[in-house]
């Protein structure tokens, strides 16, 4: 079975401070995409990232990097320099077989950020 | 930027009325999502959809819920009698082609915030 977890439920960090949110998965396909996706108090999710289990190299964007694990089955997210736009309930999700055809993603329970001025 | 679009973005009503959703994909994505989010939760999958057939309903309370997408464009989410564990946000999402892995990036519209009273 396919399973996210994300274990910080909310957390909270002054502006300017480094912040890092994680997620930990679990699946028996040999390939699959891992995503981060966004959802500010507006409620549209935004995606922000999309990684491949061949593909272990760290990526860094702007403020945003992200690592990726494999031995120890982990996706994490660091935001360096927090603002406070980033304020928002972040999501890792894990793309999965559905058993009908396709692919289907499989989200954790978000964690929320609060950045305070 | 091409966006999937959701109709209405709030919705009440009151327990045992029917309610129903509306969303546009992007234009050219075969496969559409429907989406239930609990508040403090990650989404949960509903129903998916490849051009107008479902793929996959099997979260989908079918003694109340019907979702259908007649031309293989828009659709449409109908829950008949509402009920108050109904409330919750109901997001749509679009992707390419959910049967190849790496082009299941999900694009997602506003959402419809649901509260049944």
């Known amino acids: 079975a396919q399973k996210v977890t994300q274990a910080q439920t909310e957390i909270s960090v002054v502006e300017k401070e480094d912040v890092t949110l994680d997620c930990v998965y679990e699946t028996r396909d040999t390939t699959y995409y891992l995503f981060w996706y966004k959802q500010p108090p507006s409620g549209e999710l935004v995606f922000l990232i999309r990684r491949n289990s061949f593909d272990e190299q760290n990526e860094i964007s702007g403020r945003y990097s992200w690592n990726f694990q494999k031995s120890t089955s982990s996706f994490n997210f660091t935001i360096t320099a927090s603002q406070v736009v980033d304020s928002a309930v972040y999501f890792c999700?894990?793309?999965?077989?559905?058993?009908?055809?396709?692919?289907?993603?499989?989200f954790g329970k978000g964690t929320k950020l609060s950045v305070i001025p | 930027e091409a966006e999937v679009a959701q109709s209405p973005r709030y919705k009440i009503t009151e327990k045992s009325q029917a309610v129903a959703f509306w969303c546009d994909p992007i234009s050219g994505h075969a496969t559409l999502y429907w989406y239930r989010q609990i508040l403090g939760q990650g989404p949960e999958l509903l129903v998916q959809f490849q051009d107008e057939s479902v793929v996959d309903d099997s979260q989908l309370p079918k003694d109340r819920f019907s979702a259908e997408r007649l031309k293989g464009v828009d659709s449409t989410l109908k829950i008949q009698p509402a009920e108050l564990g109904d409330s919750a946000m109901y997001l749509c999402?679009?992707?390419?082609?959910?049967?190849?892995?790496?082009?299941?990036?999900?694009?997602f519209g506003p959402g419809t915030r649901l509260t049944v009273l």
């Open positions: 999402a679009s992707s390419l082609r959910a049967w190849d892995r790496g082009l299941n990036e999900q694009f």
């Open positions: 999700a894990l793309n999965s077989y559905s058993g009908a055809g396709s692919y289907q993603l499989t």
